[in-house]
């Protein structure tokens, strides 16, 4: 009907994807693992986004989290432990077209990769940031990590971790050119898929820390988290991730906070009597280095060889 | 100090020249002052208009390791050598005929360092006679006095009171007085020497241009006035030169040029002495042919930015020198692992630590070969001149692709300064890389379909539709699946060094330069190729049976080595990297520690091969390898005699 042959109409509709397309090899973190609600809420984003699954790369380091990629079904790079935001920079860099995810953790991205998450954050290129912090290094099973509470009794600190943890949050905000900062944990998933929704849409390096349970060696940090709702602040505004009433029961202690005011997320994120969920700060027209970096990339061959050309010019005696 | 480098010409060629210009076949040229006097601008210029008159021209700058270092002191010695001549020019040669000196302090490290001889004529400012600090005039008296008593034709020369006549602050402008001096010695042609120096300042305005213009004239009166001395060197025979067009660059720019010419688009690097300026050049001109330079925070950063790039599509560039290498180490073994194309140029300089930034060492050939833990076959190449500093880059990023593996391209500090001028490339649109495939992808295809015998796969590249895989460092399958079985590992650790025997299968025997037999072989590689050749043929000349063989791939090896050594009595490597002097104490056959491509050698051939090396921080010269030619072929055949001794400087 409609004079049109069936093996045009195949190309004339949009190719519909549904959550398997973005499910990989099965998921092998342990259960009860938060990372588990981490990879559903990304699976839904991307299936509602309708994100081609062959134009996303999902970047990690090293780690429990860092194997994210393999349960995706998007292409992936497993990289190095800490430098996921170097080579995720690096791919964005000529081919700005492609949809790029980081999956990271505590250690990877707050000790290991400390250089880089600052750095990546100012280059602010367009690609979704998670940090999975389950404040204790999992893989290498059970030493402290740059946020283990004071006293977290580890195998590298038997006697309790001695430093005070760092805040990721106040240095997150302190970097030039941070554009979007988001904490959610990671057993709310309507929030955290918001979240993730947000940053993913978010033109620019969408930075969100996710408080993650890690049952096995710091269940009792998440715990005493999970137990204690007065110890969280749900950050709202219009202009704020959307909070459903789920979220709204599960974190009482609420604020109107506009994610354009920078002090003032600063001076959330410094309190140190109550951990903000939600969008601590949220610049959209912040530059990205790849349109920076991505200039020339149409350029053809001919007119490459051309200018090369004019070039060699310059230096023929 | 020994012999002079100076070949005068046969007297059938000499023609009927002016008695007062003596016609030679090449001279030597030093300008030495402190840094921030123009010595290398006025030197780069001078040896801009040789090569466009037709000259070998290869110039070298003297760089001081601090960027003001004291003024008139020994270890702040900053210049440039200038080697000209009526040949085609490959090193900086021996001691130097003729040096303008700006005080006669920075004298003294380039003659600890045997650049010059008895009867090199010295150029000196003589300001300094009568400074009004007695010291300084005392130090004056003193090194004139020496130079004089160790055979250095010193003449005194008011240089900074006539730039006075012309301006009031000569600091600024006598090197344009000393480039006028230059061409007057040197018989240059005032107008090519006129259109070079508008050249030099064309972003600068007209009046610049003018007094420089009159400085360079006003030089030219003086050396006419003050000097006897005027040479002819003619150029190149005309076959050499005829219809060819030349670029005259240095090393590093060499490098830039590779990557604009193989079509890479990112070049990701972070600062590191002596490879920046290679970064420098490309962020002036990268963004004419769409390229991009970016600036990482880090060593690291900068490799894996550029893996990320060449993940998705586009093969990059990393540049950078040996404690960068070593940064790099763990991510060189990534990009092994997972099979990612890269190009790895590696400027080298004097190690170990941070050892000597400014000064050549080939002392990071082992490392671009073994540094990663594992097994991590790479591809490893060495440029072996300027004009080899460009092709290679291309070389390089060809045989990424097609082996699917990280190319290190060696080069070194001598190369990246050194400036010659070399036959213009003719790029063509092969030279460039590919438009990235989108094209779907068979998902029953793996993403490592190694073909069994030489380790080859395609590769699926991020937007072709069918292809995702995950990419890992982990041991994995050909799916890319990660696997901890045995067999897993061992079938992806043949597949990945087949693709090396692969490549060595395609790779001719290098080519002997001279005779295909005889008693005694040097092997060299990298930038010592000019020098090794030099000190070859000198020798040669003398009768003496000795030939040389430059490697241009190290990993891997090229092949028929052991069938072409077999014919040599002796077989020793030339290099610039540490090895224990044979008569050292303690040392024996057993204990001995070898250059390091002997080492190699010595594995891949299994035979008894020898080495020379030094690590002065300097450029090897003809002179001195001529000399370990000469001993090496009359010392016994212990190689742990006592009586064989080759010190570094001659």
């Not at chain 1, 909070?243 to 003032?264: I, K, M, N, T």
């Not at chain 1, 969008?279 to 959209?284: C, M, Q, R, S, W």
């Not at chain 2, 005929?97 to 380039?110: I, K």
């Not at chain 2, 190694?450 to 041991?475: C, F, H, K, N, V």
Request: charged residues 20%.
């Amino acid at each position: 009907m409609f004079g049109l042959k069936a093996d045009w109409s195949l190309e004339v509709f949009e190719r519909y994807f549904t959550i398997g397309d973005y499910a990989g090899g099965e998921a092998r973190w342990c259960p009860g693992c938060g990372d588990h609600g981490v990879l559903t809420a990304a699976q839904r984003v991307l299936r509602d986004e309708q994100q081609k699954p062959e134009l996303s790369v999902c970047v990690s380091g090293i780690g429990c989290s860092s194997r994210m990629p393999h349960y995706l079904g998007t292409y992936g790079f497993h990289g190095l432990h800490g430098r996921a935001l170097p080579l995720a920079c690096g791919i964005k860099s000529r081919r700005p077209d492609l949809d790029v995810w980081v999956a990271t953790g505590d250690g990877d991205c707050f000790s290991i990769g400390t250089a880089h998450w600052i750095h990546a954050l100012r280059y602010n290129m367009n690609m979704t940031l998670m940090v999975f912090d389950n404040a204790i290094y999992g893989l290498t099973k059970a030493q402290t990590s740059p946020t283990s509470p004071l006293g977290f009794k580890t195998n590298t600190h038997p006697f309790g971790a001695i430093v005070d943890p760092l805040n990721p949050l106040t240095v997150t905000l302190g970097i030039t050119n941070v554009s979007f900062v988001a904490q959610v944990t990671d057993w709310n998933p309507p929030l955290l898929y918001e979240t993730l929704k947000a940053a993913y849409r978010h033109r620019g390096t969408g930075f969100v820390r996710i408080i993650q349970r890690c049952p096995v060696y710091a269940e009792e940090v998440s715990k005493a988290l999970q137990g204690d709702p007065s110890r969280f602040l749900l950050l709202e505004h219009t202009q704020g991730i959307p909070v459903d009433p789920s979220a709204q029961r599960q974190f009482p202690q609420r604020r109107e906070h506009d994610p354009g005011d920078l002090a003032q997320a600063f001076r959330i994120a410094a309190d140190p009597s109550l951990i903000p969920v939600g969008l601590l700060y949220h610049n959209p027209n912040a530059p990205c280095y790849e349109d920076l970096s991505s200039q020339g990339t149409k350029m053809t061959s001919q007119e490459r060889l051309e200018r090369f050309d004019g070039i060699l010019d310059r230096l023929t005696i | 100090m020994s012999t002079a480098a100076t070949k005068p010409l046969s007297p059938q060629e000499q023609t009927d020249t002016p008695s007062a210009v003596q016609r030679i076949g090449e001279h030597i040229v030093e300008i030495v002052s402190d840094s921030g006097e123009g010595a290398q601008k006025a030197g780069q210029t001078f040896g801009t208009i040789c090569a466009r008159m037709g000259n070998g021209v290869w110039t070298v700058e003297i760089i001081p390791a601090e960027i003001q270092p004291p003024a008139r002191s020994p270890a702040g010695a900053s210049g440039i050598r200038i080697r000209l001549a009526s040949h085609n020019v490959t090193n900086m040669g021996d001691e130097a005929d003729t040096v303008v000196a700006f005080n006669e302090q920075v004298l003294y490290s380039r003659i600890a360092n045997g650049a010059y001889k008895r009867g090199t004529v010295v150029l000196l400012e003589d300001k300094w006679r009568d400074d009004p600090v007695p010291e300084i005039r005392a130090q004056y008296a003193k090194a004139v006095r020496e130079f004089r008593e160790n055979g250095l034709i010193v003449h005194e020369l008011p240089i900074e009171q006539a730039c006075l006549e012309i301006m009031s602050n000569p600091r600024r402008g006598k090197n344009m007085f000393v480039l006028g001096m230059l061409c007057h010695i040197y018989s240059r042609d005032i107008q090519k020497a006129k259109d070079e120096i508008a050249t030099t300042f064309k972003r600068k305005d007209a009046e610049v241009i003018a007094l420089n213009h009159r400085l360079f004239d006003a030089g030219l009166a003086f050396a006419a006035e003050h000097l006897d001395a005027c040479y002819e060197v003619p150029p190149r025979p005309e076959e050499e030169t005829r219809d060819k067009r030349f670029i005259v660059t240095n090393g590093n720019q060499a490098l830039a040029l590779g990557v604009m010419a193989s079509g890479m688009e990112l070049v990701s690097m972070y600062p590191i002495t002596p490879a920046t300026s290679a970064s420098h050049y490309l962020a002036d001109v990268f963004h004419e042919v769409g390229g991009f330079v970016h600036q990482a925070e880090d060593e690291i950063a900068a490799i894996g930015f550029a893996i990320g790039s060449s993940f998705a599509g586009k093969t990059a560039c990393t540049i950078t020198s040996g404690p960068g290498l070593a940064l790099k180490t763990e991510m060189v073994a990534l990009a092994v692992m997972a099979e990612i194309p890269l190009v790895l140029a590696v400027v080298q300089r004097g190690g170990p630590s941070t050892g000597l930034p400014t000064k050549v060492e080939q002392g990071d050939l082992l490392a671009a070969l073994y540094g990663e833990p594992g097994d991590a076959p790479k591809v490893v190449i060495a440029a072996a001149t300027i004009q080899e500093c460009l092709h290679f880059v291309i070389m390089a990023r060809r045989l990424a692709e097609a082996f699917r593996t990280p190319v290190i391209l060696l080069t070194d500090a001598n190369l990246a300064t050194g400036v010659q001028p070399y036959a213009r490339p003719k790029p063509t649109p092969d030279w460039l890389a590919p438009p990235i495939d989108q094209s779907e992808w068979d998902p029953s295809v793996p993403p490592y379909d190694w073909d069994p015998e030489t380790g080859l796969s395609p590769r699926p590249i991020p937007g072709m539709s069918g292809g995702q895989y995950i990419l890992t460092g982990l041991a994995h399958t050909n799916f890319s699946k990660v696997a901890y079985d045995s067999d897993s590992n061992q079938v992806g650790c043949n597949m990945r060094s087949r693709k090396l025997t692969a490549l060595a299968s395609t790779l001719k025997p290098p080519q002997v330069h001279g005779d295909e037999e005889g008693d005694l072989l040097l092997v060299g590689w990298g930038s010592t190729l000019g020098a090794i050749e030099e000190a070859v043929d000198r020798a040669r000349a003398q009768g003496h049976r000795v030939s040389s063989l430059h490697l241009r791939f190290l990993s891997p090896m090229e092949p028929g080595l052991g069938e072409i050594f077999a014919r040599f009595g002796k077989v020793m490597t030339i290099e610039i990297n540490y090895s224990d002097a044979p008569d050292a104490p303690l040392i024996t056959a057993e204990t001995r520690r070898y250059a390091q491509l002997a080492w190699l050698l010595r594995a891949h051939t299994l035979l008894d091969i020898d080495c020379w090396s030094v690590v002065y921080g300097h450029p090897l010269q003809p002179g001195m390898i001529h000399n370990v030619i000469l001993k090496r072929l009359t010392a016994p055949q212990d190689v742990g005699d006592k009586t064989e001794k080759e010190g570094g400087t001659d």
